[in-house]
């Protein structure tokens, strides 16, 4: 493929928006190293920082291979022979020469995208041989990386720490994605994924365009091309011409006028216009929205997402007690006088693992996560609580406990948080007495078993996507079965509209509160309040406003009396597009 023919790959559109820049393709396991540009009279240069790189890993790797025959024979050692040939392999070499001039990049760049091209070819071999042999490379490929030192002023940190990039990756997992520094990284595509993968979820809210599902992206992809990737379409498009790229520019600019226009509606209340008010929160996940969501004009936080600030990759460990408290008050302050709910700790599934397991879980959507795993760790829960509480002493503030699936797990929770209480208020620490506490309902078992607990708790939170997902048996990061996984299936809304039933206030914060043509569903059934990620609350806020309460609940009614999913959101969609067909 010539370098500056025009290549499309599509994949699935998991998050809207339009990123243009240049692309950072990342091999599998193995971080990219810093780009910058060189001129052609600097590749000499180059290749003598290379040289010294090769030879200083070889030297390493013979080091490695004698301590090893010292200490477990021969054999063993032998397999460092595979490492030291591939290092000096005429292919890799020839491809490299070829490539840098052609590419005018630093080096270890160059070679990063060489070996990482290399690396996907062999996983695609049908050889079993061949494929393990893809660690060895990787395990020489850092080395090597790790010996090339630039020279005395090669690489420009100006250039490296603000150019943006639009990241191409095999995958992505959620401590990845929330690691992604926001000032430089316009978005993402990838290999693998799904739309309801919580990798997903975190670019929606991140207000990041994403793209998964995307066959062969990281071989066919090369970094430091220009590119343009389409959240809306699902598209990758590889060094676009100058007739896409004006075109993309203008359906940017629409875009975002429109978008502006939306935000200018921020104060507005969001009443249905029969006077149903439906409260609109933010779901959270970091310290840095914290500004947005009083610019996006929504009342508080309906969802704050705990475990970044718990389980980040900082290096740093979890936070004390103080310390939480301190993250929590400044939000609690923030959003005064509205309300903020705080999920407590939900790791594991496909979120963020919460420490190492000895034993690897087959089910681990069904294994140690949410509740479960708090409920394990009582001093390590109670700390979280003991910070929420105090940190409801400076503002407005709710607590929720996540994948609760009986009564047994919120009587526990409920008694270890009065022993919090009870803490607090023998050191004197001042908290709200009054703080609302709820579940989310996200197993089937917790949904049939709403009436019950709602004698237990203030509110209830929807997590749509769980729900979905254990309603009907379908793994929501799996592409196999990634298309049968519908919200709107009747098992599922029927749960929903059981949980509404139970009288108390009850809000979805799930993804299917960010899909304007199912508000009417929503609001129809009951709901009190839909929490979205920032970004998406000026086009929800206009949705409601234009429903009229008792026509969403008279289709809602008919909807619970359908047989199958497309009907459900048929009678939905077409509410919607009645009502606000400006926003489709």
Request: hydrophobic share 45%; charged share 20%; glycine share 6%.
């Given at each position: 493929m010539s370098q500056d023919k025009e290549q499309r790959l599509t994949g699935l559109p998991v998050s809207p928006g339009i990123a243009m820049g240049t692309l950072r393709v990342e091999a599998r396991d193995c971080a990219a190293p810093p780009m910058w540009s060189i001129e052609a009279k600097d590749i000499p240069t180059e290749w003598e920082r290379f040289e010294a790189a090769l030879t200083r890993t070889e030297e390493e790797i013979e080091e490695l291979k004698q301590r090893v025959e010292r200490i477990s024979g021969a054999t063993e050692a032998a397999i460092f022979d595979a490492h030291l040939l591939?290092?000096?392999?005429?292919?890799?070499?020839s491809k490299l020469n070829k490539e840098l001039p052609t590419r005018l990049r630093n080096i270890e760049s160059v070679y990063y995208a060489v070996v990482q091209n290399f690396m996907e070819v062999m996983r695609a071999v049908d050889d079993p041989y061949l494929r393990s042999r893809v660690l060895d490379i990787r395990d020489v490929l850092q080395r090597v990386l790790r010996n090339l030192k630039p020279t005395s002023g090669a690489a420009p940190q100006s250039q490296e720490s603000t150019?943006?990039?639009?990241?191409?990756?095999?995958?992505?997992?959620?401590?990845d994605t929330a690691d992604l520094d926001q000032n430089k990284a316009?978005?993402?595509?990838?290999?693998?994924?799904?739309?309801?993968?919580?990798?997903?979820?975190?670019?929606?809210?991140?207000?990041?365009?994403?793209?998964?599902?995307?066959?062969?992206?990281?071989?066919d992809s090369r970094s430091g091309s220009p590119a343009i990737l389409d959240g809306y379409a699902g598209v990758l498009i590889i060094n676009p011409s100058a007739e896409t790229r004006e075109k993309y520019n203008t359906l940017r600019a629409e875009r975002e006028k429109?978008?502006?226009?939306?935000?200018?509606?921020?104060?507005?209340?969001?009443?249905?216009?029969?006077?149903?008010?439906i409260r609109l929160a933010a779901n959270v996940e970091f310290a840095h929205e914290f500004k947005s969501i009083r610019e996006s004009g929504a009342e508080g936080v309906g969802l704050y997402r705990t475990e970044f600030l718990l389980l980040g990759s900082d290096g740093q460990g979890m936070p004390d007690e103080d310390a939480q408290y301190e993250h929590y008050r400044r939000l609690v302050e923030a959003c005064a006088p509205h309300e903020v709910i705080f999920r407590t700790l939900d790791a594991g599934g496909d979120k963020l693992p919460f420490e190492p397991l000895t034993e690897?879980?087959?089910?681990?959507?069904?294994?140690?996560?949410?509740?479960?795993?708090?409920?394990s760790r009582p001093e390590i829960f109670k700390q979280q609580m003991r910070a929420v509480l105090r940190a409801s002493a400076h503002g407005h503030a709710g607590i929720m406990f996540p994948m609760v699936s009986g009564i047994t797990e919120v009587r526990t929770a409920l008694n270890l948080l009065e022993e919090c209480r009870e803490?607090?208020?023998?050191q004197g620490i001042a908290f709200d007495k009054k703080m609302r506490v709820g579940v989310m309902i996200e197993v089937p078992g917790a949904a049939i078993m709403?009436?019950?607990?709602?004698?237990?708790?203030?509110?209830?939170?929807?997590?749509?996507?769980?729900?979905?997902?254990?309603?009907?048996?379908?793994?929501?990061?799996?592409?196999?079965?990634?298309?049968i996984f519908r919200v709107t299936h009747p098992g599922v809304v029927r749960l929903m509209a059981l949980t509404m039933k139970a009288g108390i206030p009850t809000a979805i914060c799930g993804e299917m509160g960010g899909d304007i043509s199912l508000t009417p569903l929503l609001v129809g059934l009951g709901a009190t309040e839909i929490s979205v990620g920032a970004h998406l609350l000026p086009v929800v806020r206009v949705a409601i406003r234009h429903l009229n309460y008792e026509e969403c609940r008279v289709m809602a009614q008919q909807a619970l009396q359908a047989e199958d999913s497309a009907t459900i959101r048929n009678l939905s969609h077409s509410l919607a597009l009645k009502s606000y067909p400006q926003l489709f």
């Open positions: 591939f290092l000096r392999d005429s292919t890799i070499l150019d943006s990039f639009i990241l191409a990756s095999y995958e992505l997992t959620p401590g316009l978005g993402f595509v990838t290999e693998t994924g799904s739309t309801m993968s919580h990798t997903a979820i975190l670019a929606r809210s991140l207000g990041l365009p994403a793209v998964v599902a995307v066959p062969r992206l990281v071989m429109a978008y502006r226009e939306l935000v200018k509606m921020r104060d507005l209340p969001t009443d249905t216009l029969d006077g149903r008010h690897k879980e087959d089910n681990p959507a069904l294994g140690w996560r949410g509740i479960r795993v708090s409920l803490e607090l208020r023998k709403a009436d019950v607990l709602a004698h237990y708790v203030d509110f209830f939170s929807i997590g749509t996507n769980d729900l979905t997902q254990y309603t009907i048996a379908v793994d929501r990061v799996n592409y196999r079965v990634a298309s």
